[in-house]
């Protein structure tokens, strides 16, 4: 905690603007607060709570209400997609990829040992079970099409090989982080005013990487997404 609220003060007194602070926070100081999330009994409320000391500095520095949920920065469904990480997200996948080094270890005393990955009511190992179906599940239905794209025009995702590599650990908190996307997604349909883009139909989606954040004038991006979430306007009016 002291480590991640120093980090996020540091941030904050820097002379740089607020999307390059954002920056810093998903590539310098959440890897600095991962090691100590995956070896201690990090529980999921205390996790949901850091998280919320860095949703108010990102709304802070992104410059858009303080009522706004928190779905509008995590949420990789939205009409305004941003490249952030919850730090629950990170803890979770910090939990999983744990919790597959020690069972799939080439060590056999480390691998028949007892040890479990506490995370309070949060259960690694029930995640890992959940995510790992999923994928099975995913690799017997094959390959489907989306939208209106001819045959042939997606790439097929090779499948990869249980052999417990870091790809095989990587592929599975993914999985487990688009279960989790999903839940989300049912949670801002039941919100009356900041949810009403789940109704929307036939609109774009932005292209938020963070080539093109670094690019788009600060006021801009608050705009896109005070008027997304907040002022509420029609697809037609936003894109005007």
Request: hydrophobic fraction near 35%; aromatic fraction near 10%; charge should be positive.
């Amino acid at each position: 905690q002291k480590k991640l609220s120093l980090g996020l003060c540091v941030i904050d007194k820097t002379f740089l603007f607020g999307v390059q602070k954002i920056w810093d926070v998903q590539h310098l100081l959440i890897p600095r607060i991962q090691w100590p999330l995956l070896i201690y009994e990090v529980s999921m409320s205390l996790g949901t709570r850091l998280e919320q000391n860095v949703s108010v500095y990102i709304r802070k520095w992104l410059n858009v209400n303080k009522s706004i949920s928190s779905l509008a920065f995590y949420s990789k469904s939205s009409p305004c997609p941003l490249p952030i990480k919850s730090l629950t997200s990170v803890l979770k996948a910090a939990k999983i990829s744990g919790h597959l080094l020690i069972r799939d270890s080439k060590d056999p005393v480390v691998s028949t040992c007892s040890s479990t990955l506490k995370s309070g009511a949060w259960k690694a190992e029930k995640a890992v079970n959940i995510a790992e179906k999923e994928l099975k599940h995913n690799l017997l239905r094959g390959h489907t099409q989306h939208g209106r794209t001819g045959l042939g025009f997606l790439r097929v995702p090779e499948p990869v090989s249980k052999d417990y590599t870091y790809d095989y650990r990587k592929q599975v908190s993914n999985c487990y982080r688009d279960i989790d996307d999903s839940y989300a997604m049912s949670k801002a349909v039941q919100l009356q005013v900041q949810g009403q883009w789940t109704r929307w139909s036939n609109y774009i989606q932005n292209d938020f990487s963070w080539k093109s954040l670094l690019a788009t004038a600060p006021n801009l991006l608050s705009f896109c997404l005070s008027a997304t979430y907040d002022v509420l306007p029609s697809p037609r009016n936003l894109s005007r």
